[in-house]
């Protein structure tokens, strides 16, 4: 298998770049990027490159030619331009950026914060890799963000098997700071992070309208919910803790009816672990494509807290593009993907 | 001024001997320890002494008889014992513990598990030194903990102006590392706390019923609430970040009501900064006795957040126990209070 | 007295800020910046402001017109240009700037990296304001800068005093994120310095020349030293790891002569303290003004290590310049600087 | 093959155990505790296993049974009584312990503080496992200390070569804190390391005598040279900067030499990266079995600066311990070796 990989930059194309270098069944990579970086990035690579690797100018014709597939871990904006000449080609591409995770153009334009989306004719081609719940078959995958990974994982037990008052959902989300990207500004200078804790883009962040899309997927009556997102002093890692109100009829079989249910959803998912009351740190799955989810329900306020964690660079976006990656080629579900938690 | 100062060996003892070093009525220091450690204490307080200070062998008449107040920052379980002989004595006491900050021993004995609480004639002369909110008047004041702090300076205009569904308060806090002490364990080691988020305690933190009784104070009806409590990775600040419900018919004119509410309570408070919908991060705070609390409210979901934020260390112990002390003696508010933020 | 702060928006300014606030003797401070800037600045500081103050339009007659003194706490290449007009008015100004640090003003240049250095006549009515060894007298002073500050009070009683080989000279500094400044570059993201350590500048800092430059004042024969300088994950503090080779002749009584230097040198210094073989970590001081100073020689191997630590924003910066300031008018030593490290 | 692993709670047996269910010549491993912990460690275990493995009650005999050699991960003092047996059985032992590093026991005694050391017959019989220089052949190998690779593999160039005024070596080594292992102390509190920088154990570091054991291997005439240690504010990473004085004459050829012979020494080593002028950080190797050595000079002082940087679990502990269990069994040198630094 050859794989074409663009964006290798950032931190989601980095952690692609070292899941590839440990993949079976991946043979060579071509990391594709502007002309005058080549050298530069040649270097760069050279450092961590196990298996055979090319650095190549970024062109279309050349990618599709000499590659099975391709990898996008480029930003914003890039792919909405280019995903019908890959689809029309039925050239298999898997894109971690978020271009055409939604199936309106017009939520696209407003979250994104730009003029176009994607042609509505892309989008209707495009299927959304959450792994765990949408086999890959399409060409196109759109992978999810990391913010929606870990709450679509969290609530799905939730949401899917109406256990809660679907109204009273609030998602209080943090991130460490690998989550804002490599792109240099004042959020991301080391004395505002350092012994800080803070909040941003409450009710305002990208990743919302890909949670609700695929949670109408789910309810189709699903009403907005509240999303904050803070911005955790560390590097990598995510927790979305997950508040909802569990109907007073309800309350006596709660628990065992979510233990259940979580038991029905995950119990094959290799990379789901449900710690139940234990509730999961960060160090329980950074470094690793794990989820861990755990849960606890007071029957006093009728208040379910379920906690959901991913490496957000590993399960939030690269390691779930190699499982979405070995879904579509029939690969085994695990190959690659073998990292245990750093732990320490 | 002299004043006495049990436990100076804890972070909130510790900060409490730097605030004194700094406040203008206070003439001398002397601190009482445990005959063993006189010696230690002297010199490693003379790294930072300021004023004249003495390290005193602890005696209750040798105290009384050369100070004219005390602080204690003791661990649980030293000043149930101590309490009543001090308030028979009419002898001025600002207890940074836990001790008797519930007026109904009952709650004591489960949530500090342990099998005795302060005698209830000790309780019924004991004032919780909220400082914002009671007059520091009694002789005996019983300064509140950390995350009570935060969490009733924030949900005081929910709560008080009946401004939100009681039933639907969900409380997620967070602090750094200093807030579980100076106690060796497996929670505080360096390896567990860097790069990790956690959850701990729960609904069963042992701030809870001291949050509760005031609320009940401000509202008796006030039912039980979701308490969620988690560790920064960092060593000094306290974020509650407060979810409630709003009524479908206030949610019209609830923005313009939560704003007055919040300017009537705390326009005159030198402590408290309302920062509106800007919300606070912890290094507006961190260093100084200031609380700073913002808000957003989304109509769409009826949600009001409402992020308060602390030193936990200074307004949520020692800070506040000189506000205490401001009040009770007459000082001036913000006097030995005039640190400023770290900020850097 | 009516002071002019001039650059008050990077740390080391922000700190001067903060110091004044709390300075007896300082009744006004005006902040000067760009006209574009006055409302933010105006905001921005009122948030920790406890005394009267302005922000006005940078004019140097205003600012003469209207203030007995100025801090410079400008970035590189400002004060060169106008320090002469300020000694022609004999306008007093301490400036935290390296520009004018260097006789030489070919030595600026080089280390500097720039064309043109101050005139020669305004670097010959500059003095270099080490506050625990010159005397600030004239009108115009260079504030230190803190890898400078560090490593000239640990070498003093080594290089005044001939206690060791010159030549043997090693000086093995660490410095927090602050030092860096507020610039925005992949050294200061969060991502590159957290759970990182990372060397820069070996022998190649622009503080080099300063240090040279006094120790020249001390022994005129100084040769040149190793000086390495390396990027803690911390915000604020720095130490200077200092070695060098005793002769073999010195050894025996080696031990008392460096006490004994040390004692001499520094017992009336209310800012250094000196901790003997117990070597200071970076708490023992950051947030204060304090320098600390420990040692420990190795008679097998000839080799006396002294470590010496300061906040670089304090003592390293704005501390060191309000020491100054105290000296020029007659104020207290101590005055403004009573700030306790923050320890916790 | 069949391996046994007996220690697995502390931090290097973590990573070993990591380490080795990702080796492809490991089929099973069996993890040896005591009695009481077998329940706690098995579940614990169970998060991570990707093979089948078991935990066993700590018995030679039945270890020796059924496995086909062990690795030990114990805390000082536990091998030193049991090596002998292991070694008249023939039973390959990797031990990744300081009990038998030193060929005298006289000086195990001193520098591990303690009465008794490892029979002469067992030390006899045990090989020093750094991996680049001793091939591992004998039954029994001490597998080297973390501050001994890093320091070791940065110093043989110059020592070996005679490159450097043995006299004057300084090393100014520092290491992040799982160095200090798991156990709870004051100096791994997270209060006293967060943002904070110390010295400890300068010039009495245990692993000093194993430095110098090989040194002398390489130079018999080699003197004792400065080492000083540091605690960083991070988990994993150590690096290890070496200053020495190079001799009038030579340098005008040295910088060449110096290239000359690190290319020679580490041309076909896979866990040697020599970066040359460029020096390398932490983040260069941490999560990698990579030793990162990059180098400068200093014509005019004469002074060299070589910096080792490598993971202290890793390369300093469990990753060195697999390069010889590879090199003992004839495996592939990179066998269960191919993690990359973290990077992010």
């Known amino acids: 298998m050859k794989v074409a990989v663009v964006g290798v930059t950032g931190y989601g194309g980095k952690i692609l770049w070292q899941l590839l270098q440990q993949h079976p069944n991946v043979t060579a990579v071509t990391v594709y990027t502007r002309q005058a970086d080549l050298t530069a990035l040649q270097n760069q690579l050279a450092w961590s490159a196990i298996k055979p690797f090319t650095v190549a100018n970024f062109d279309v014709d050349e990618l599709m030619a000499n590659n099975n597939m391709a990898f996008f871990a480029t930003s914003a904006g890039v792919t909405k331009d280019l995903a019908l000449t890959f689809m029309q080609a039925r050239f298999p591409v898997i894109d971690l950026s978020g271009d055409l995770r939604l199936q309106d153009g017009a939520q696209y334009q407003q979250w994104y914060q730009t003029d176009t989306a994607a042609p509505a004719e892309a989008l209707a081609q495009t299927s959304y890799g959450l792994a765990e719940f949408n086999q890959a078959t399409g060409a196109y995958i759109a992978n999810p963000g990391c913010y929606a990974t870990a709450t679509l994982l969290g609530l799905a037990p939730l949401v899917q098997g109406d256990l809660v008052d679907l109204d009273s959902i609030i998602v209080d989300a943090k991130s460490g700071v690998s989550g804002a990207g490599k792109k240099l500004s004042d959020s991301t200078h080391y004395a505002n992070v350092d012994e800080n804790f803070s909040l941003y883009k409450v009710n305002a962040h990208q990743h919302i309208p890909e949670i609700m899309q ?3 997927v789910w309810q189709p009556q699903m009403p907005p919910f509240q999303f904050t997102t803070g911005l955790l002093p560390l590097n990598r890692g995510l927790m979305a803790t997950i508040y909802a109100k569990v109907a007073p009829a309800d309350v006596f079989e709660f628990e065992e009816k979510l233990a259940l249910t979580l038991e029905k959803l995950y119990a094959d998912q290799p990379f789901v672990k449900v710690t139940g009351q234990q509730l999961p740190d960060l160090k329980a799955v950074v470094g690793s494509n794990l989820t861990a989810i755990g849960w606890q329900f007071n029957p006093q306020t009728r208040t379910v807290m379920v906690v959901s964690v991913i490496d957000n660079l590993v399960k939030g ?10 879904q579509l080629f029939g690969f085994a579900q695990t190959a690659g993907l073998g ?4 732990d320490i």
């Open 214 to 216: 695929q949670l109408q």
């Open 317 to 326: 976006a690269a390691g779930q593009a190699i499982q979405n990656f070995n």
């Open 339 to 342: 990292q245990l938690p750093f």
